[in-house]
């Protein structure tokens, strides 16, 4: 006999019932939602040995060391540069400890009016770095400092035009130094900003002292950190539109994002907005920075579809995000890390490609993306990072999502656990089955409904009117078809209340069901042909380069 997973999977597919006196009827959005839950696979357990097990581990602590470094190719150049703050910015590029010199100095200009910052006419400003000086940088650097009144920010986007590739801030991995150097915007005590000798003081002894910051998510961080902010997508949030006109020169992305630096110390549960002076009073001019080694050819992604993710007993709030990747770089990439830049959690952390890919090549791949709590919704990002087979990473580009509306997290009952056993003796096909039922308050009578020839019984079973867990709950399943890899069951799990005693239509609430699949043994019939690739996401497309 096989091996089999000693806890089965669950996949869901949800629908309300609804009883409207003597009719009832499923209410017309439901959808199919698959999603294999429990403990590792079968495949994964045989292979689960110590030097697997510690061959994972090195693969985790190297995408952990990634997210704060910066991969080995350099720009080429030249480098197209758009910039616009609110208020002060200046842009350079040169050395890790200095710009290098007045004339790789730009910009130094004070917006002092709304148009000056986010209009097409005289808003963000364009420049443009020869081949020959990016040849000679490491690094892009953006002086910012505001007028201390209403927002505060910086954003912009920079193109290597010779490879096409473009870096936004809120993309790559972008570092801060908070300098202390008080300078104020559109003030006459303070015209032109710091000078080109202050700041180069300033970013070598941030390097030397290693004081560079990561900028992160807002939400990543609780005070004294760079931040990203908003996205470049819209006049409803905290600062307008900057222009937008794709045909315009100067015009910026909608996926780039403002930055600033958090230097609030909330009280618990405080709200405040880092990139509103009110809330982040900062002093201090700051100095933000890009490793040009960043602009290297990575991987181009692509959206394949994104559904709704459901939990084990309905809708869980989560997302699986289906994509193409394509191997732009000079390695042979056998893993893809991802890291969700706002917040929450993903699975897998680290996408092996089962067949390594090489440049030019191709993947299909998913990961489940769970919001962190009270995540208001948007447009998330995550940064991508191609990985060889030491764990070594070559590059990470940025996957940008639309999330689907998704039907609301259901409120009729939970399966906490579920087991699956053969009956030793019986027909091929029948084992039994056993529930943990969690439900809400209000007595239950509670059916499993199944397609022929599948017969499972005894039934009904009765759920108190205390809310709470019932179970284990436990049937036998007779019948049950053999013919799928991996070998599921489903079936029907109604919750009904109870009938009033004068009426035999008068429902004292709405009842409701939820379609759930298990995964079962095989129990005495033939097993198919084992999937020739289990962890692949598409096993239908052909022709990519790892086989998936």
């Not at 429990?38 to 030097?51: E, I, T």
């Not at 992305?253 to 009280?267: C, I, L, N, Q």
């Not at 070559?394 to 699956?420: G, K, M, N, V, Y």
């Amino acid at each position: 006999m096989p091996q089999h997973c000693p806890k089965p999977l669950f996949t869901v597919r949800m629908a309300e019932g609804i009883v409207h006196g003597r009719t009832s009827f499923w209410s017309p959005w439901y959808r199919r939602l698959d999603r294999s839950l429990g403990r590792p696979s079968c495949r994964a357990q045989r292979r689960g040995n110590v030097a697997t097990f510690v061959r994972a581990l090195a693969l985790v602590a190297a995408f952990v060391a990634l997210q704060s470094s910066t991969a080995h190719a350099q720009a080429v150049g030249p480098i197209d540069a758009r910039v616009t703050s609110d208020n002060a910015y200046g842009f350079g590029y040169g050395g890790p400890n200095s710009i290098d010199g007045p004339s790789a100095y730009l910009g130094k200009l004070e917006n002092c009016d709304p148009q000056d910052i986010f209009s097409c006419a005289s808003g963000p400003e364009k420049y443009s770095i020869p081949a020959t000086a990016v040849a000679g940088a490491t690094h892009l650097y953006l002086i910012a400092w505001a007028d201390r009144g209403s927002t505060q920010g910086i954003i912009g986007q920079f193109t290597d035009t010779s490879t096409g590739v473009t870096l936004r801030t809120g993309e790559g991995k972008w570092e801060v130094y908070r300098t202390n150097q008080p300078y104020i915007a559109c003030d006459a005590t303070d015209p032109g900003g710091p000078p080109i000798v202050g700041i180069n003081t300033q970013i070598d002894t941030a390097t030397k002292g290693g004081l560079w910051m990561p900028v992160v998510e807002v939400a990543d961080t609780k005070y004294d950190n760079g931040v990203f902010g908003e996205p470049n997508n819209g006049p409803q949030d905290t600062f307008p539109l900057v222009c937008d006109d794709s045909g315009a020169p100067n015009s910026i992305g909608s996926t780039a994002r403002w930055m600033w630096y958090d230097a609030t110390r909330p009280m618990s549960g405080a709200t405040v907005n880092p990139f509103v002076y009110r809330d982040n009073p900062i002093d201090g001019y700051l100095i933000f920075r890009l490793a040009l080694n960043q602009f290297d050819p990575c991987m181009s992604l692509r959206t394949r579809e994104v559904v709704c993710e459901p939990g084990p007993y309905g809708p869980s709030g989560c997302y699986r995000v289906k994509f193409r990747l394509t191997n732009d770089a000079n390695i042979t990439a056998n893993y893809v890390g991802v890291h969700p830049n706002d917040g929450g959690t993903v699975s897998p952390g680290v996408i092996e490609l089962l067949n390594p890919i090489t440049k030019g090549q191709q993947a299909n791949r998913e990961f489940v993306w769970c919001p962190p709590p009270g995540y208001a919704g948007g447009m998330p990002s995550f940064s991508l990072t191609l990985m060889d087979e030491q764990g070594g990473g070559c590059c990470a580009s940025r996957l940008t999502i639309d999330l689907p509306d998704c039907p609301p997290i259901s409120d009729c009952f939970q399966i906490p656990e579920a087991t699956a056993t053969c009956v030793p003796g019986a027909a091929p096909g029948t084992f039994k089955l056993s529930l943990l039922i969690s439900k809400g308050a209000g007595a239950r009578t509670l059916h499993l409904l199944a397609p022929a020839p599948m017969k499972i019984s005894p039934q009904p079973h009765y759920l108190g009117p205390v809310a709470g867990t019932f179970g284990p709950v436990k049937y036998t399943i007779e019948g049950a078809p053999g013919n799928s890899y991996p070998r599921r069951v489903c079936f029907w799990v109604n919750l009904t209340p109870p009938v009033s005693s004068d009426d035999p239509y008068d429902l004292t609430g709405d009842c409701c069901s939820e379609y759930v699949c298990v995964l079962v043994p095989y129990c005495g019939l033939p097993t198919p042909t084992a999937n020739p690739n289990p962890l692949s996401a598409d096993s239908t497309a052909r022709g990519l380069g790892d086989g998936s």
